[in-house]
């Protein structure tokens, strides 16, 4: 838990949390999304997500700090998140965010996450030095 709490910070604090969608209006689907994130109520979420087909994709969806979903639920160290996020919303492991930060690999790897890790590989998450 200490590893997840620093490593938040170590990059989420100089950056002044800021980022909100690359500079652009978030839409009002985003912006309904953003309040289940908030909440960190992955049943929630992932229920409007399926009601939201077509409109979110998980892929270019945007934390308030440049990461995806993804990270989140890797920095979590939430499993069960980022399978589903894998499996059935296909959210791409190899995305990063802001400036390179927030690659779900990477981060895994930093928190000693080893089942993290294998399922991240597992659906072709790479290292920047493959």
Same mark, same amino acid.
């Given at each position: !838990?200490?590893?997840?709490?620093?490593?938040? &910070?170590?990059?989420? $604090?100089? !950056?002044?949390? %800021?980022?909100?969608?690359?500079?652009?209006?978030?839409?009002?689907?985003?912006?309904?999304? =953003?309040?289940? #994130? =908030?909440?960190?109520?992955?049943? %929630?979420?992932?229920?409007?997500? =399926?009601?939201?087909?077509?409109?979110? =994709? #998980?892929?270019?969806?945007? +934390?308030?700090?440049?990461?995806?979903?993804?990270?989140?639920?890797?920095?979590?160290?939430?499993?069960? %998140? &980022?399978?589903?996020?894998?499996?059935?919303?296909?959210?791409?492991?190899?995305? #990063?965010?802001?400036?390179?930060?927030?690659?779900?690999? $990477?981060?895994?790897? +930093?928190?000693?996450?080893?089942? !993290? $890790?294998?399922? +991240?590989?597992?659906?072709? %998450?790479?290292?920047?030095?493959?």
């Amino acid at each position: !838990m200490k590893k997840s709490i620093l490593l938040v &910070a170590l990059l989420v $604090v100089p !950056m002044g949390i %800021a980022i909100a969608q690359q500079g652009k209006e978030r839409s009002a689907s985003y912006k309904m999304m =953003d309040v289940l #994130v =908030d909440k960190n109520d992955w049943p %929630a979420l992932f229920e409007f997500l =399926d009601r939201m087909q077509g409109v979110i =994709d #998980v892929n270019e969806y945007r +934390l308030g700090y440049g990461g995806t979903l993804l990270a989140k639920a890797v920095l979590e160290r939430n499993f069960l %998140a &980022a399978k589903t996020l894998l499996e059935k919303y296909k959210a791409n492991p190899n995305l #990063v965010g802001w400036k390179g930060l927030f690659n779900p690999i $990477v981060n895994a790897t +930093l928190l000693g996450d080893d089942a !993290m $890790v294998a399922l +991240l590989r597992q659906y072709g %998450a790479k290292m920047p030095s493959d």
